[in-house]
C-alpha cells in the first residue's frame, strides 16, 4: 500500500514562508546567502559520516611513557554556570554531541574552532608538559582545550592505571567512560592525578579535557602498570579503524621526504612530466606523510601553474589535480591557497568566470576563519562588477570592510568600490572614493606598516594606481 508521509505542519509553514521570502527578496541580498553558503545550495545536506581511516601514523610516548602528541581543540567556553565546577559540563553538548562519544579527526570543527595535530617537545615547566596554549595560539582566560590520543596496546591491561597533571582542572574520558575528574586551580606536578584506567587489547580512545581559569594551561599524561610507564603504546590521530594499518610516522615521514627531494629537483630542473610522475608516486605510496599536501600541490602547479611560470599547460589535469588535494587535505593551509589557485585558473585558463566567482564564494563558505576568505571575497566582487553586477559587487566589498576589518583586503576593497563607480559611470563617487583610498593607503604606509618594507612597496604601487585613476576623472 502507498503511504504519504506525515509533514511537521510548523516546519512546513516555517519553509512556506522562507521561500516566499527568498522569491521577493532583491538580487544584492540573494548574493549575500549565496556568498554563506556551500556551492551545493544554502539548504545542503549533511556529510555523511567518515569511515575511520584504514591506515594510520603512530607515534611513540617518551621514554617515560608520556604522551607527547594530541590532536587538540581550543579554546572552548564552558557556560558561566559552571564557574567553579567546570568538569560537571559537556563542552560538546551545545553542538549536538557527547564528551563520551567523541572520535574527532584533524580538520573537523567545533563552535567554530578547529581539532588540531599537535607535536609538543615540553615546555620550561617540564621536559614532558604540554604547552596547551600553543593549540588556539594565544593564551585565553575562562575555557578550556580538549586533548584526544587514540592508543594501541599490544595487550589487555587492567591494571593500568593514568597518572597525569595539569593546569587548571582535569578530566578523563578513557573509551567512553569518565573515570577522573579533578576540579582544581594549581601548577602541575607530575602524576598527582591517579586513577584505575584498564586498557583494552588494540584502540582505545583517551579525551583529556584541561580547564583554564587563568595564569598556565599545561598537560602531562601517561599511563602505568605495576607502577612503571607504559611505553609501547602506539598513538595515532586520526580515528582508526580496528584493523588499521599502523605505520610509524617517523620512518613514513622520512622516506617520503627523500622522494619528495627527488620530485622537486626534477621540477627544478625542468623536467616536469617526470616530476609529475614523481609527485603522483609519493601520493600514491604516502598519501599520510606530512610531505603528501606538498607533492599535491606540486603536481597541480606543474600541470598547470596560475601565475604562468613554466608548467605543462594542462589547465584541466590541474583543476582536477587542485580539487582531489581540497577533497583529501582540505583542513591543510595549503588547500586554502589551492582552492584560490582553482578559482583563478578557471577564470583565466578555461575562460570560465561564472564557476571561478563560484569557486571563490564556496572559499569564504568553507574558510571562514581563514586570512583568505576577504580575498575571495573582493575577488568575488571584482567578477560581479565585470558582468556588470554593480550593486552586488559594490555590497561584497562593503561586506568585506565589514566583516573582517583587519585584513589587508580592507584597503583592497576600498579600492574596489571606487573601481566599480567608475565602471558604472558615476565619477563624482567614483573620485571621492579614489580620494579616501589615497588617504588610507597613505595612513597605513606612513603609520599602520611604517616599518614593514614589503607592505610599503605595496602600498606605494595602490598610491600611484589611484592617482592615475584620479588623473582620468
Known amino acids: 500500500m502507498k503511504t504519504t508521509p506525515l509533514k511537521n505542519p510548523v516546519v512546513e509553514t516555517c ?6 521570502a527568498v522569491r521577493s527578496m532583491p538580487a544584492v541580498a540573494l548574493v549575500v546567502i549565496a556568498s554563506l553558503a556551500p556551492i551545493s545550495g544554502v539548504f545542503a545536506a549533511p556529510a555523511p559520516p567518515r569511515a575511520d581511516a584504514a591506515e594510520v601514523l603512530v607515534y611513540p610516548t617518551r621514554e617515560d611513557g608520556s604522551i607527547m602528541d594530541w590532536l587538540a581543540i581550543s579554546r572552548l567556553p564552558w557556560n558561566a554556570a559552571y564557574i567553579g565546577d567546570s568538569n560537571s559540563y559537556d563542552l560538546f553538548k551545545r553542538d549536538g554531541q557527547s564528551e563520551l562519544t567523541l572520535r574527532p579527526r584533524q580538520g573537523d570543527r567545533v563552535q567554530g574552532q578547529v581539532w588540531h595535530t599537535m607535536h609538543f617537545n615540553g615546555t620550561t615547566e617540564g621536559p614532558t608538559m604540554c604547552n596547551l596554549f600553543a593549540v588556539a595560539g594565544q593564551g585565553f582566560d575562562y575555557a578550556a582545550t580538549v586533548c584526544v590520543a587514540y592508543l594501541y596496546s599490544p595487550q589487555e591491561r587492567p591494571g593500568a592505571v593514568f ?17 577522573w575528574a579533578n576540579q582544581i586551580q594549581r601548577s602541575p606536578t607530575y602524576d598527582s592525578d591517579q586513577c584505575p584506567a584498564p586498557l583494552l587489547k588494540g584502540w582505545n580512545t583517551l579525551v583529556c579535557v584541561v580547564d583554564q581559569v587563568w595564569g598556565g594551561h599545561l598537560l602531562c599524561a601517561r599511563f602505568l602498570d605495576g607502577g612503571n610507564g607504559i611505553t609501547d603504546l602506539e598513538i595515532a590521530l586520526d580515528p582508526p579503524a580496528p584493523d588499521a594499518v599502523r605505520h610509524p610516522a617517523a620512518e613514513y615521514n622520512r622516506l617520503a621526504g627523500e622522494q619528495m627531494r627527488a620530485a622537486d629537483a626534477l621540477s627544478v630542473a625542468g623536467k616536469l612530466a617526470e616530476a609529475v610522475s614523481a609527485y603522483e608516486q609519493i601520493l600514491a605510496k604516502y598519501p599520510l606523510a606530512d610531505v603528501a599536501v606538498r607533492a599535491a600541490y606540486a603536481r597541480a602547479t606543474a600541470l598547470c601553474h596560475p601565475d604562468g611560470a613554466p608548467s605543462l599547460k594542462q589547465p584541466e589535469k590541474a583543476v582536477e589535480a587542485l580539487n582531489g588535494l581540497v577533497e583529501r587535505y582540505g583542513q591543510d593551509l595549503l ?6 589557485d582553482l578559482a583563478r585558473l578557471r577564470e583565466t585558463a578555461l575562460g570560465d568566470a561564472d564557476a571561478a566567482a563560484e569557486t571563490y564564494r564556496a572559499f569564504e563558505a568553507r574558510y571562514p576563519r581563514s586570512s583568505l576568505a576577504a580575498k575571495a571575497a573582493v ?3 571584482r567578477l560581479l562588477a565585470a558582468k556588470g553586477r554593480h550593486e552586488d559587487a559594490m555590497l561584497t566589498c562593503r561586506t568585506v570592510i565589514r566583516k573582517y576589518p583587519d585584513s589587508d583586503e580592507v584597503m583592497t576593497a576600498t579600492v574596489r568600490i571606487a573601481d566599480i563607480y567608475r565602471l558604472a559611470g558615476d565619477k563624482d563617487k567614483a573620485r571621492q572614493q579614489y580620494e579616501a583610498a589615497r588617504r588610507m593607503a597613505q595612513d597605513w604606509h606612513d603609520n599602520k606598516y611604517g616599518v614593514d618594507v614589503g607592505k610599503q612597496a605595496w ?9 592615475k585613476q584620479l588623473g582620468g576623472l
Open 15 to 20: 519553509m512556506n514562508a522562507w521561500r516566499q
Open 163 to 179: 597518572a597525569g597533571s595539569s593546569d587548571d582542572a582535569l578530566k578523563i574520558i578513557l573509551n567512553g567512560k569518565r573515570i
Open 335 to 340: 588547500a586554502e591557497y589551492a582552492m584560490l
Open 379 to 381: 575577488e568575488t566582487a
Open 459 to 467: 602600498l606605494e604601487g595602490i598610491l600611484e594606481d589611484v592617482r
